[in-house]
């Protein structure tokens, strides 16, 4: 793999690398071997499914299932080998970078997969905006060490001059619901012209995954191509959209290597968002040991709580409703749903944080961990007392099933991300999913090739 990149360049530095992919006559279907991140199969049913989709589902890669640490990543790092000497996995013949596209009944995505160097946070090239738990990033970085591969990209965003009217910079993040066709203003030149180029001609995968998401895979090894590519990026900055922990695994192993090397780079996938708006949703919280009436109870009179006899839907629009005006939560478990927002203005002085910008002190992730969490509810943030969802329903079918209490929460709005971002303050963890994600498995960067 060549390492020297751009060295040059003040922004994103982009090196193509020899992609890891299944062999597609070697396994029963593509979207039978993927699977989310990581960090979005939570539920033992849901790692289970996936195991049993194929023998060879990238699950067993990136969740290796035995009874110690160790043991896990000594699997991970066995069936890697295992399948690379059987050809199950193989590397594409020469380096390249990757056109990336997903795609469903709502909302088209492009962008480019490649090997990013990884840069000090300091310089500001690639931006974070939420705080990582560090036993996670350890749990990564004993993964990658062992199995010494990029196992699933990272998502980033940045925003190219074609911006919609009315954004600016490059480190934001849209939302968006309606599908996009790639069509801002302006002349499609860059990396935008080398994507739509790619998107003409016959993909090397195509397959369509069990959420409805159809996804497409191009490789660009044209060196011509490849240096426009890296031109154009090497003028911007980007936000990670999702992938924290895996960022700090990477600049971590960048500190425990010799450089320069292969693990001088990450593996990231890369969106302009001024063409392509991701969507934004909440990440909600479920409490293993706090039922429900324990949590309304301990809440007093600082919170203003209604019970909501209703469906899901309806109360999610309740919540939405009261989240325009100020902080709100949905506590769900006992077969109701409880709306808890208006929170005492001095319990919020006392709990809240100073020495941070009044965006930070107001979001409802903040007041969640500091004021209910922290001060209220006594909970500690750590995996045997909170678990972060992805999915609302299952959240609250986890809390009705277990007992415990499902905090379910309202997206925070992308402007307030990505001006927390451009100040280098981060949002409590796990405060928001963007979307949508890469599927794992597609591509993966083996660190010996």
């Known amino acids: 793999m060549n390492t020297a990149g751009h060295t040059d360049v003040h922004g994103l530095d982009l090196i193509?690398?020899?992609?890891?992919?299944?062999?597609?006559?070697?396994?029963?279907?593509?979207?039978a071997v993927t699977s989310p991140p990581y960090d979005v199969v939570v539920r033992p049913d849901g790692l289970l499914e996936l195991?049993?989709?194929?023998?060879?589902?990238?699950?067993?890669?990136?969740?290796?299932?035995?009874?110690?640490?160790?043991?896990?990543?000594?699997q991970a790092a066995d069936t890697l080998h295992d399948w690379l000497s059987e050809g199950i996995l193989s590397p594409d013949p020469v380096p390249g970078l990757y056109v990336y596209e997903q795609r469903d009944s709502e909302i088209l995505q492009r962008g480019i997969v490649g090997a990013l160097r990884l840069s000090d946070p300091a310089r500001g090239i690639v931006l974070p905006h939420e705080d990582v738990m560090p036993d996670v990033v350890e749990d990564r970085a004993a993964l990658l060490r062992a199995t010494a591969a990029n196992l699933e990209p990272l998502l980033l965003t940045y925003r190219s001059e074609g911006a919609a009217a009315g954004t600016t910079g490059d480190t934001a993040v849209d939302t968006g619901t309606g599908t996009s066709d790639g069509a801002a203003s302006g002349a499609t030149v860059g990396t935008a012209a080398v994507i739509e180029r790619a998107a003409k001609h016959k993909p090397l995968l195509s397959t369509t995954t069990?959420?409805?998401?159809?996804?497409?895979?191009?490789?660009?090894?044209?060196?011509?191509?490849?240096?426009?590519?890296?031109?154009?990026?090497?003028?911007?900055?980007?936000?990670?959209?999702?992938?924290?922990?895996?960022?700090?695994?990477?600049?971590?192993?960048r500190a425990e290597h010799v450089s320069p090397g292969p693990w001088d780079f990450g593996l990231v996938l890369l969106v302009d968002t001024a063409r392509y708006p991701l969507r934004v949703r909440a990440?909600?919280?479920?409490?293993?040991?706090?039922?429900?009436?324990?949590?309304?109870?301990?809440?007093?009179?600082?919170?203003?709580?209604r019970t909501l006899r209703c469906?899901?839907?309806?109360?999610?629009?309740?919540?939405?409703?009261?989240?325009?005006?100020?902080?709100?939560?949905?506590?769900?478990?006992?077969?109701s749903y409880h709306l808890v927002d208006r929170p005492s203005a001095d319990l919020l002085a006392r709990t809240v944080p100073l020495g941070r910008?009044?965006?930070?002190?107001?979001?409802?992730?903040?007041?969640?961990?500091?004021t209910?969490?922290?001060?209220?509810?006594?909970?500690?943030?750590?995996?045997?007392?909170i678990a972060y969802i992805h999915h609302t329903e299952a959240t609250v079918e986890k809390a009705e099933r277990e007992g415990g209490t499902a905090v379910l929460m309202h997206p925070?709005?992308?402007?307030?991300?990505?001006?927390?971002?451009?100040?280098?303050?981060?949002?409590?963890?796990?405060?928001?999913?963007?979307?949508?994600?890469p599927a794992t498995g597609l591509v993966l960067r083996d660190l010996a090739f």
């Open 16 to 31: 193509p690398f020899r992609g890891v992919r299944y062999d597609s006559e070697r396994v029963g279907s593509l979207a």
């Open 51 to 74: 195991e049993s989709s194929d023998p060879h589902n990238i699950v067993r890669l990136i969740l290796p299932q035995a009874t110690t640490p160790a043991a896990r990543n000594r």
């Open 210 to 253: 069990e959420d409805g998401f159809s996804h497409r895979l191009w490789a660009v090894t044209d060196p011509a191509e490849i240096a426009e590519i890296q031109s154009d990026l090497g003028r911007h900055q980007a936000l990670i959209a999702d992938g924290h922990h895996r960022w700090a695994t990477y600049l971590r192993l």
């Open 283 to 305: 990440i909600h919280r479920y409490l293993h040991r706090l039922p429900v009436a324990e949590a309304l109870s301990a809440l007093g009179d600082s919170f203003r709580v």
């Open 311 to 335: 469906p899901l839907s309806e109360a999610r629009a309740a919540l939405a409703d009261a989240a325009s005006e100020g902080n709100a939560f949905l506590l769900a478990g006992d077969g």
């Open 357 to 370: 910008p009044d965006a930070w002190r107001t979001l409802d992730a903040t007041v969640l961990h500091a």
């Open 372 to 385: 209910l969490l922290d001060h209220i509810w006594r909970i500690p943030d750590a995996p045997d007392h």
């Open 412 to 437: 925070v709005r992308e402007e307030v991300v990505r001006d927390l971002a451009r100040q280098g303050v981060t949002m409590p963890r796990k405060s928001t999913s963007f979307g949508p994600k």
